[in-house]
Structures are given as structure tokens and as C-alpha cells.
Nanobody, 125 residues
Framework: QVQLVESGGGLVRAGGSLTLSCAAS????????MGWFRQAPGKEREFVAT????????SYADSVKGRFTISRDGAKNMVSLQMNSLKSEDTAVYYC??????????????????WGQGTQVTVSS
């Protein structure tokens, strides 16, 4: 089992930056990939970014490409999401996710086995 805890959410003005962190614990040696998803009110959960533990594969949603950067500190079992040039449409609850196998598409929520509790990001215009 893997446990995930997000931190770093908050309120920021449009154009500003915010960094989210996700700390993994438990069987972290099993983790194949970690990703970030978000869910805005009344909308479905959507993919934001993902990164394999080897660093060999990274993917971003088109809506965040060039503005967000996902990175991982393997020694600390943490994954971060650096968010720059934030827009009001980035407002959502952001969730960290992890998967312990390479099955499925890493840009889909159903591929992930473990989820954090979520952290709110609000971008004011």
C-alpha cells in the first residue's frame, strides 16, 4: 500500500505561481509513476501531469503545457507540481496519484491505484 499526502494549495492571483507537493509513504518502492489530476466544481476529474519513477516518461495536459512542471525527488519520495502563469481556469482541487504497475494509460485516472485527499487551488482574476 502507498499513502499520498498533498500540500501547497492556496489562493493566488492570476499570473502568479504556486508549487504543490505530494509526499508518498508506505511501499514507495512499488511506485511506477506518479501524477497530478484536478477537479473543478461540476466537472470531471482531469489529467494534469505524470512522471514515471525512472524519469523516462513525462506527459502534460495541453492546457498546462509550458506553464506547469512535474518533478520527483526519489530520495524524499515526493513529487512536486510547479505551476506558473496561473489562470482562473486552473482553479480546482488538485489530487496526487500513484500507480505500481505500467498497465493502462498514465493520462487517465483509472490507471492509478492510490490517491491523496486533494488540495484546493484557487486563482483569482
Amino acid at each position: 500500500q502507498v499513502q499520498l499526502v498533498e500540500s501547497g494549495g492556496g489562493l493566488v492571483r492570476a499570473g502568479g505561481s504556486l508549487t504543490l507537493s505530494c509526499a508518498a509513504s508506505g511501499r514507495t518502492d512499488m511506485i511506477y509513476a506518479m501524477g497530478w489530476f484536478r477537479q473543478a466544481p461540476g466537472k470531471e476529474r482531469e489529467f494534469v501531469a505524470t512522471l514515471t519513477s525512472s524519469g523516462g516518461f513525462t506527459s502534460y495536459a495541453d492546457s498546462v503545457k509550458g506553464r506547469f512542471t512535474i518533478s520527483r525527488d526519489g530520495a524524499k519520495n515526493m513529487v512536486s507540481l510547479q505551476m506558473n502563469s496561473l489562470k482562473s481556469e486552473d482553479t480546482a482541487v488538485y489530487y496526487c496519484a500513484a500507480v505500481d504497475t505500467g498497465r493502462g494509460s498514465l493520462v487517465t485516472a483509472r490507471a492509478y491505484d492510490y490517491w491523496g485527499q486533494g488540495t484546493q487551488v484557487t486563482v483569482s482574476s
